[in-house]
């Protein structure tokens, strides 16, 4: 069974400052990887995920991610943080083939200083 | 146009009481989810819907959950017996089809407190 390791439950920058989420998964062949954010009372939104292809994935308000299958890693990256960016961040993975249904990490709570 | 509503936002019961949380989906969307996120966690996946069937109830924790969607479009998630155990933020999300083509949308979710 896949899984997932977000292992900074909470991160804290400074508005403008640049930005790097981490995650590692545990599967054992190529897997589906999604990064969510989730913001109070909100449902989660898919900011980017990567299926296959190029490693470095765009997604939307300016954040990346990129597979590195070496490190068994999809770290998250936004060059410049805005204030608006405080929320959880959930890194997830799914199985090849079957339903593709995610599994998620613990999240990461993002905090952003003015 | 409408994204995914859940009903009720919050709902407070008594241990032992039967619930029923309610999803709307996208209109159009074949596929449902429910997921169950507790406290300090990640969403936990508890079953899926493609139309009227439920094509993997795996992460139904016990014969206590039970969902259905009898027209493909609704469903609802009962829970008999509540512990409080139970309590949580339970979440649905519906898709257009299946995942590898098709992004899931999320509803705001239904905070469950079980006293």
């Known amino acids: 069974a896949q899984s997932v390791t977000q292992p900074d439950i909470h991160i804290t920058v400074s508005e403008g400052a640049s930005l790097e989420l981490r995650c590692n998964y545990s599967?054992?062949?190529?897997?589906?990887l999604f990064w969510y954010v989730q913001s109070p009372g909100q449902g989660l939104q898919l900011l980017l995920k990567?299926?296959?292809?190029?490693?470095l994935v765009q997604g939307i308000k300016g954040f990346e991610a990129e597979f590195k299958r070496s490190q068994s890693s999809f770290n998250l990256r936004k060059p410049s943080v805005h204030w608006s960016d405080a929320a959880e961040y959930f890194c997830?993975?799914?199985?090849?083939?079957?339903?593709?249904?995610?599994?998620f990490g613990r999240g990461t709570s993002l905090i952003v200083h003015p | 146009g409408a994204g995914v509503s859940q009903t009720p936002s919050n709902k407070v019961t008594e241990k032992g009481k039967y619930v029923e949380l309610r999803c709307d989906p996208i209109?159009?969307?074949?596929?449902l989810y429910w997921y169950r996120q507790s406290l300090g966690q990640g969403p936990e996946f508890l079953i899926y819907?493609?139309?009227?069937?439920?094509?993997?109830d795996s992460g139904l924790p016990n014969d206590r959950f039970f969902a259905v969607r009898p027209e493909g479009s609704v469903s609802t998630l009962k829970i008999q017996r509540t512990e409080r155990g139970d309590s949580a933020v339970y979440l649905c999300?519906?898709?257009?089809?299946?995942?590898?083509?098709?992004?899931?949308?999320f509803g705001p979710g239904t905070r469950l407190t079980v006293l």
């Open positions: 999300a519906s898709s257009q089809g299946p995942l590898s083509y098709n992004e899931q949308f």
């Open positions: 599967y054992g062949a190529t897997p589906y």
């Open positions: 990567y299926f296959s292809g190029d490693t």
């Open positions: 997830a993975v799914a199985a090849s083939g079957g339903s593709y249904i995610p599994t």
């Open positions: 209109s159009g969307h074949t596929a």
């Open positions: 819907f493609q139309g009227t069937g439920a094509a993997d």
